[in-house]
Structure formats: structure tokens, C-alpha cells
């Protein structure tokens, strides 16, 4: 089992609509988490950090569920330029960061 | 304030010949990391160093493989002896002390390797 699972997609979904990505890690020691965005062969870029409180910024949300060990990134009235592959991110100490392999989006007209 | 810098954007190498890929942290930053992400898969880390020291290169594969990060001048991944499998795009990142378990990852735009 991958210590980062997501599912890879792709989710094909037309302007305006909402979408939600999961992710579940298996390593219950889990400190960290964040959501990345990243374009077609160009370098991920941090989305934002995941609490447990949740943390909005405009239309993005992200939710972490200790209990049930996964994340998760809701995005309102999609956007074209919201077409990217997401990816997830845990941190269990301080040097090492494990990636998902990313879940796609694409944002139809 | 310049963001990471790799260095090449591309590279091409024939089989058996050797790739050296470089990364300049963003200044303040004293910490380096390696990820690997081969066509359509997602990102693996490599190895994590600070200046003169590497912390942690469980992802490094054990042959061919090297990380230095020396006191003056960029982070050097080097690759001997590449093959067609090292074809993939190599990502650089920086960070402060805790940097990505407190704050993320800033990303180079990467290297991409292409053996033929």
C-alpha cells in the first residue's frame, strides 16, 4: 500500500462547477500537510497548508481528518486556469515530504 | 530575490556518459532536496542536504547516484553511467530549517533529462 494514496482522475468537469479531491496516508505519526498544484511539466507550487480547523483562501478548502487519515481539497465555481494536477503532501518529520502521484483536473467551457 | 535556480533546463546525454544537474537554493535558504518524477508518475524524494552534509538519501538509488552540496556554489546531482530509465524530470527545492514541515516547498523549475 502507497503511503500517500489519491485518486489519479482525471475529473473532467465544466466551468462554474465544484469538485473535491480525497487523499489518505497511511502513517498515523503524520505531522503536516499541504496541497500543491502543478502544471503540465513545470514545477509543483504550493496551494496551501491543510489544518485540522480547515483553512479557506477564496475558492479553495482544505479539510484534514485525522481520525480517518485523509485530506481533502474542495474547489468552488472552477475556473479554466484551475486545470492542473493536484497533488497532496505529508510530512511525518522535519526533512522528508511524500507526494501522491497527483489527481488531474480538467475545467471545460 | 531570485527563487531556485536549476541549471540545465534540458539535458541530453547518450547512454553511459554522465549527467550533472545543479541547483542554487534561494538565498536565505540553507537546506536542499532532490525529487525525481518520471513520465506521468508523481514526485519521489531522492536526498535531503544541508551545506557539507547530507541528511537523508534513502531515496537515492544505491549505484550511480550522487549528492553533494558543498560549502560554496549549487547543490550538484550527479548521475554516472546514465541509461534510458534516468530519463525523467529532476526537481530542486529549497527551504529554511523546518522549512517544508512548517512552511512547504519552493520548487526549481526543474531539469529534464533525456537519455537516448
Known amino acids: 500500500r502507497k503511503e500517500v494514496e489519491q485518486d489519479p482522475g482525471p475529473f473532467n468537469v465544466p466551468e462554474g462547477a465544484t469538485v473535491a479531491f480525497n487523499c489518505t496516508y497511511s502513517?498515523?505519526?503524520?505531522?503536516?500537510f499541504f496541497w500543491y498544484r502543478q502544471d503540465c511539466r513545470k514545477e509543483p507550487k504550493l496551494l496551501m497548508s491543510?489544518?485540522?480547523s480547515g483553512n479557506e483562501d477564496g475558492r479553495f478548502t482544505a479539510q484534514l481528518n485525522r481520525a480517518s487519515q485523509y485530506i481533502s481539497l474542495l474547489i468552488r465555481d472552477s475556473k479554466l486556469s484551475d486545470s492542473a494536477t493536484y497533488l497532496c503532501?505529508?510530512?511525518?518529520?522535519?526533512?522528508?515530504?511524500?507526494f501522491g502521484d497527483g489527481t488531474t483536473l480538467t475545467v471545460k467551457p | 530575490n531570485a527563487g531556485v535556480m536549476q541549471n540545465p533546463r534540458h539535458l541530453v546525454r547518450r547512454r553511459g556518459q554522465e549527467a550533472r544537474l545543479r541547483c542554487s537554493p534561494m538565498?536565505?535558504?540553507?537546506?536542499v532536496y532532490w525529487y525525481r518524477q518520471l513520465p506521468e508518475e508523481g514526485l519521489k524524494f531522492m536526498v535531503y542536504?544541508?551545506?557539507?552534509?547530507?541528511?537523508?538519501e534513502s531515496g537515492m538509488p544505491k549505484e550511480r547516484f550522487s549528492a553533494e552540496f558543498p560549502k560554496e556554489g549549487p547543490s550538484i546531482l550527479r548521475i554516472q553511467q546514465v541509461v534510458r530509465g534516468d530519463s525523467a524530470a529532476y526537481f530542486c527545492?529549497?527551504?529554511?530549517?523546518?522549512?517544508?514541515?512548517?512552511?512547504?516547498?519552493?520548487f526549481g523549475s526543474g531539469t529534464r533529462l533525456t537519455v537516448v
Open positions: 527545492a529549497s527551504s529554511p530549517p523546518d522549512g517544508p514541515f512548517n512552511y512547504g516547498y519552493t
Open positions: 502513517n498515523s505519526a503524520s505531522q503536516s
Open positions: 491543510v489544518y485540522s
Open positions: 503532501v505529508v510530512n511525518t518529520n522535519a526533512g522528508k515530504s511524500t
Open positions: 538565498k536565505g535558504h540553507s537546506h
Open positions: 542536504l544541508q551545506k557539507e552534509n547530507i541528511i537523508d
